[in-house]
Structure formats: structure tokens, C-alpha cells
């Protein structure tokens, strides 16, 4: 599922607070009447719940991977994994051993949102990026070196796409 690609469908009603739905492969956002002259706040409503959303029908994929891959390379434990709001980083790790991702990474290709997991799930085991953490890297037969282009043009890419998308929400809203 392209998720900047997913027809968009508003429905001004009655109520107090906004709520977006997947049906089929609609995202049905309904929103308060209130909200219908505040074009700029409905907007960004709308960006809010509809990634909040998206990370939602993604989550149990993105817990099976994380299982998955830590189980073939690691075996570390850790508490959960969540997808964040984030522009700045693509993932990272708590002290509490909390594995979170980008948001920006929900329908990432393979390859790419594969190699944050693992990068995350080294730093279980070293919380820097000193040499004992590149070797856990390496363990994975990724060529970070390689993967960080393919991420940076990744980015750039989302950030085109999430542009146009704001467009597009503007335009309708
Ligand atoms: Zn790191």
C-alpha cells in the first residue's frame, strides 16, 4: 500500500473530535463541523490522525519483522517497538529498550527499514557507535555505508511526496 497514494475521503459531522478510518483501501477521516473554517488547523489534524493511522495498520508488521530479525541475528531481549512522529531521525533506541522507528518508514522498501531495525536492535546491545556496535552491524552482512545513501535518497523522496500529499490535503480540505 503507497500510503501517500490512499484516496482520501472528509465527512463533516456532528462531533467533538476527529477520527480516521481505513475501509477498504479508503481512509475515511471524519471531523468536527467546528473545525470546517479553521482550513489550516483541519489540515493539520488531518496529518496527525491519518499517520497515526497508518503507523496503526502497520504496527503488527513491523513487530513480526523486528521478532523476526532479532531473532536471526541477535536474540536480544527488548520491551516493544513503535512507530514515532519523526522527521529528524529514523529510529531509535531507549534505555528502556524500546525499539522505535520513523513514521517515515511505514511502507519503506525492504531493504531500508530492515537495516534501521538492525541498527537499532545492535544498540540493545551497545548504546554508541563505537567499534564493538559496527561489528554487530556487520554481523548482518549490511554495508552500512552503502544502505546510508539508499536512506538519504529515501528521504529525500518521502519528503517530496509528504510535500505534495500536504498539497493535496490543503486542495481538499
Ligand atoms: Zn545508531
Redesign the pocket.
Known sequence: MDVFKIPLTLKMEPRKTIRAQLVGEECIVQFPAAWAKRKKHLATMIDRVYWHLMAQNDIENLRKRVNQLNQIYFGFDYQDVHYHRQFGRWGSCSTLRNINLSHRLIGAPEQIRDYVIL??LA?LKQFN?GKEFWALVNRTGYQPKMVRKEIALYGQKWQNEYYQWCRRILNVV
Open positions: 541498527h537499532e544498540h557507535h
